[in-house]
């Protein structure tokens, strides 16, 4: 049996506002696991039905509900060797709290309230479809425009590495849409498109293509916000995140036409000492063994070799097709049976990977220093990090931004925020690694949005 005891002011005041969907993660020293609430408010009752889908518990109705004046206490049938006890602060969007087990502090708890949406309701902002191109690429987009008559402030948004829908979503987070409707309700424009040969953009093959190449996409799509009736055609920036940061400040070096940028997740040191960096923080962090990280990095650096000296690919074919050969055995039943052989998935995942090393993109990147540009850059910064960030580790970028900024730019209006347990996709997380990224409760850590806002609003004009 579950014990949960949710703590809160006043039941007379607050059993209403407990009433709705509650969705978030249940966090101990080594898992995550996802967590609904649904409360009903049939005073003076409260009905509360459960889910914890790791658990194989789907709609479980919570038993010996006690509603006091100081708090609320349920328990759910779960074959668990001890009771957990849950206690929370409660506002009314968020219930935030830690697990106790025999006294024991082993883990804690963050749900967030649903917002309900009925057709009724009418948003704060309005959206158009629209395209623009950057020679025989055709890019399509969505414009998300503050509701009323104005020249708005506006910025673009662009994704990181990969291809990338419009709305970067991934794992079904769609951090541009959120971000995109959030500003227009505060009265910034938005610009977000999906990247070449994705969704509805046509034209250029992405791993061909280079940051400059993106960064060309990125003042086309500039140029067709300075032409709208609706933008202040002085006030605006670009917001990128990951390697669309690097992008950012490349279009942004030296350009007074960029107003402000918002960079989240920037990297400031070359592409080849992200990938490095990158590989043995998330290896560590999914327990990876010393010698493990070794080798895994031993051929990272002779895929560097190799790409940015042209030579040593036939050396490092056989120590790719041996690593996914031996990889085979950890595969799936389904996905073994797919492939027929480890053979046969070596050979499609060496060429794969060949492919991919061998690309403009991937040889661009792995020389490519963010700082050059971000020394050139004039206009105010805003820098986001993530504390778990394991992608663009924080300790590491920060510092050789600001100093590209400080004193190669002597730029002085750069603020940054790190995010407490933020991974690199700005959710809450516990370790940061990529292989929690599905079962995280898909809303931006608390006061990202808002930090994003406030900023933008102090730096930036509407004219009426």
Known sequence: MLGVV???????????????IWEGNIYT????????????????????????????????QAE?????????????????????????????????????????????????????????????????????????????GTLTLPKGKGKFPALVLINGSGTQTRDSEAWGFKPFKILAEHLAAAGVAVLRYDDRNVGKSKGGIHWQMTIEDF????????????????????QVGLYGFSEGAAVASWVARNNSEIAFLVLAGATAMPGAAV???????????????????????????????????????????????????DAFGQLSAAEQQHYGSSQTYADAHTKAQLQYLRSPWYRYFIKYNPAEALGQVRCPVLLLYGENDLQTIPQEQLPKALEALHQQARNHDVSVRIFDKANHLFLHSLTGSPGEYPHLHKRFCEGFLETVTEWLQKRSTALY
């Open 6 to 20: 949710v703590w809160f002011w006043s039941s007379a005041v607050f059993a209403t506002s407990l009433e709705g």
């Open 29 to 60: 020293e080594t898992e995550i696991h996802p967590i609904w609430l649904e409360i009903h408010h049939q005073a003076p009752y409260l009905d509360i039905v459960v889910s914890l889908p790791q658990q194989g518990i789907k709609n479980q």
């Open 64 to 140: 010996q509900v006690c509603l006091s004046q100081s708090q609320l206490a349920f328990r759910v049938r779960y074959p668990s060797k001890l009771p957990l006890f849950l206690e929370f602060s409660f506002d009314t969007l968020k219930l935030a709290g830690y697990l106790l087990d025999n006294e024991a502090l082993v883990g804690s708890l963050l749900l967030y309230k649903q917002s309900p949406t009925t057709a009724a309701e009418a948003p704060d902002f309005r959206e158009e479809e629209i395209t623009f191109r950057n020679r025989n690429t055709h890019f399509s």
């Open 215 to 234: 960064g060309e996409d990125v003042r086309q799509a500039v140029a067709y916000l300075q032409q709208r009736p609706e933008i202040n055609p002085s």
């Open 275 to 325: 990938i490095l960096a990158q590989s043995r923080a998330i290896m560590e962090a999914e327990g990876y063994t010393d010698q493990d990280i070794e080798e895994a990095l031993q051929h990272t650096q002779a895929s560097f070799e190799a790409a940015s000296q042209n030579k040593g690919w036939k050396q490092l074919e056989v120590l790719l097709w041996q690593s996914f050969a």
